[in-house]
């Protein structure tokens, strides 16, 4: 279901973050836009991550999982941008429900 995908994402961003130490991106976040996800949850994941993305270093992780974002100013790495562009494109193409909405 969608609040474990979330709750998840929530956890991978706590306990390992974006990027390994050389500054390549964590191999799970191709899991977070590459998992066949419905359109409405890519969009939780992505905001789960923008969230995390915002929170300055060393915030305890909260069990709720973050409110949506209004107006991000900082984005995630680009090519983890890129990917869930491509992702919610498909998405889009393969749920009438969503292309309907968007």
């Known amino acids: 279901p969608a609040v474990r995908v979330r709750r ?3 956890l991978l ?3 390992v973050g974006f990027t390994k130490e050389d500054g ?3 191999a799970w976040l191709a899991w ?5 996800l419905d359109f409405a949850t890519l ?3 992505y905001e789960v991550l923008q969230a995390h993305q915002q ?7 909260q069990a709720a999982p973050p ?3 209004q107006g991000s100013v900082q984005s995630l790495p680009q090519d983890v941008e890129n990917s869930f562009a491509v992702a919610f494109a498909n998405a889009v193409q393969t749920c009438e429900q969503a292309a309907k909405q968007w």
Do not use: F, M, T
């Open 43 to 45: 969009w939780e994941v």
């Open 8 to 10: 998840v994402a929530s």
């Open 32 to 36: 977070a836009h590459q998992g066949n």
């Open 24 to 26: 390549q991106g964590q």
């Open 55 to 61: 929170r300055p270093l060393g915030e305890a992780d």
């Open 67 to 69: 409110p949506p974002l």
């Open 13 to 15: 961003c706590s306990a």
